[in-house]
């Protein structure tokens, strides 16, 4: 990686300790991940009224604004409890390829007919599918990697700066209501680099650029049940490319193209951006 392989664990680690690469994670853990992925990442088609909780993660630009109150999932997943990356000569040494699948659940002891075989499969498939237009993929096997692909969308001479999710208060509730709070922060970036966990044995990370605009945003929500969350969201404001089926339209009630689509963040996944002096500004 080069030299910024002796950075990667304190450019990760740097806002609020965002990120634990030490430990390690276990069946459990991907099977929660997949269960989360499942719903949150492929493109299914759904009735409004019989939407399922763990979807409800989209809204639209013009519901960003202090008071606001609407449903929120947020899976409890955790940077220290998810599935750690591999050192990168032990990520590199494993074929990352579908077509290595048979030989990839030998080596972790995975029957072809179980869940963690299909999450892999899933993970293994996505991570070889073409990208939309205007759009740069990459899943990083290894922390090097993903930096690698970071630098390269943001620029090789940038430092960088990670934004996620933060739970303030200890709870074991996955959705419930939540208002916005004062203090809506737009992240200032020219760039950025989105970086979603996946279901896989050890830390996969399916990381992407879109050329189209997109908006961050760091937003301070209160639960019904006293939860505290600093949440990170990303708002695209073109979404004429996104296929028909993508799961956010199907909760929204919209058309590719005829409107913004916003998310939040579960903990575990990051948001990349160019190091600059003044990281944003409150809003609205």
């Not at 990120?19 to 990442?41: F, K, R, Y």
């Not at 339209?249 to 058309?255: E, I, S």
Request: proline share 6%.
């Amino acid at each position: 990686m080069g030299s910024y392989g002796s950075r990667a664990r304190e450019l990760v680690g740097t806002e609020n300790k965002l990120l634990d690469v030490s430990l390690q994670g276990g069946d459990a853990n991907l099977q929660a991940i997949s269960d989360d992925h499942q719903t949150t990442h492929k493109e299914h088609t759904h009735h409004k009224d019989h939407i399922d909780p763990s979807l409800m993660v989209f809204f639209t630009l013009k519901d960003l604004k202090v008071g606001k109150r609407m449903p929120i999932y947020f899976p409890k997943r955790y940077p220290a409890s998810s599935p750690k990356f591999w050192p990168i000569e032990e990520a590199d040494s494993v074929p990352f390829s579908l077509n290595q699948l048979p030989n990839l659940l030998k080596l972790f002891s995975f029957s072809p007919d179980s869940p963690q075989a299909k999450a892999m499969e899933d993970t293994l498939r996505e991570c070889e599918s073409k990208p939309i237009k205007g759009e740069v993929k990459f899943c990083a096997t290894s922390l090097e990697s993903m930096l690698d692909f970071t630098q390269s969308i943001l620029g090789l001479t940038s430092d960088l700066q990670v934004f996620t999710t933060s739970h303030l208060t200890k709870s074991s509730v996955t959705f419930q209501n939540y208002t916005i709070l004062e203090n809506i922060m737009e992240i200032s970036a020219p760039k950025m680099v989105a970086c979603h966990t996946m279901p896989y044995p050890y830390a996969v990370f399916y990381c992407h650029s879109q050329e189209s605009e997109n908006r961050i945003y760091r937003i301070s929500l209160a639960g019904d049940n006293g939860d505290r969350v600093d949440a990170m969201v990303v708002c695209h404001l073109d979404t004429s490319q996104w296929g028909h089926a993508h799961v956010s339209f199907q909760v929204l009630g919209v058309m590719p193209g005829a409107s913004s689509v916003c998310h939040f963040f579960p903990a575990d996944n990051l948001i990349w951006v160019p190091k600059l002096q003044a990281h944003g500004h409150s809003t609205m």
